[in-house]
């Protein structure tokens, strides 16, 4: 790790020295303009994915971009458009996909091992209550973009794409407006 950036000087600091990270920068913008990073991984709050992938891309700068990519289809192809234009790399950062266990699935699958799958029951859940970012409809919150992508990234990554046949989901809103699972 080469830098960090944050919306402020001191947090970016505190991590830089925390982490023995040598650049730190009291913003983005900032941060794009360092020759020395390659690769920018962005763990912002959803609705900021956008915008950071776009500043980031356009400085030609690979991005590796915290789940969901981004809020909605539109944003995903305005995200995917940029790196094409700007001949970089985007993918979507989720950690499950590299899990152990997710590899020998992805192994087992591959082989034919596991037999021909009809099904797949996926269940995921953090507490998450008190988490603002998890809760408030602005901030992306919801079961869906939140906990609820480990559960479909599961699925596809087990059916390689294949559409299901059925969806069954359980939920209910909260008095934010976000949905939980």
């Given at each position: 790790i080469v830098a960090v950036g944050a919306r402020n000087l001191e947090d970016a600091q505190k991590f830089a020295e925390k982490h023995s990270i040598p650049a730190a920068y009291g913003s983005y913008e900032e941060l794009s303009r360092d020759p020395s990073v390659?690769?920018?991984?962005?763990?912002?709050?959803?609705?900021?994915?956008?915008?950071?992938?776009?500043?980031?891309?356009?400085?030609?700068?690979?991005?590796?971009?915290?789940?969901?990519?981004?809020?909605?289809?539109?944003?995903?192809?305005?995200?995917?458009?940029?790196?094409?234009?700007n001949?970089?790399?985007?993918?979507?950062?989720?950690?499950?996909?590299?899990?152990?266990a997710s590899l020998e699935i992805k192994r087992l699958l591959a082989q034919g091992a596991l037999g021909e799958l009809k099904m797949v029951r996926v269940e995921f859940g953090a507490p998450l209550l008190g988490v603002p970012r998890a809760m408030e409809k602005e901030l992306g919150g919801g079961a869906l973009l939140d906990i609820g992508i480990y559960c479909l990234q599961f699925a596809c990554m087990v059916f390689q794409g294949e559409r299901p046949e059925s969806v069954q989901a359980?939920?209910?809103?909260?008095?934010?407006?976000?949905?939980?699972?």
């Open positions: 390659d690769v920018v991984y962005l763990g912002s709050i959803h609705p900021r994915h956008l915008s950071l992938s776009l500043l980031f891309m356009t400085a030609k700068k690979n991005v590796l971009c915290e789940k969901p990519l981004a809020m909605n289809s539109r944003e995903v192809e305005e995200m995917v458009a940029c790196a094409r234009a001949n970089v790399f985007l993918m979507e950062a989720v950690w499950t996909r590299f899990f152990p359980s939920g209910g809103c909260l008095e934010t407006g976000t949905h939980r699972g």
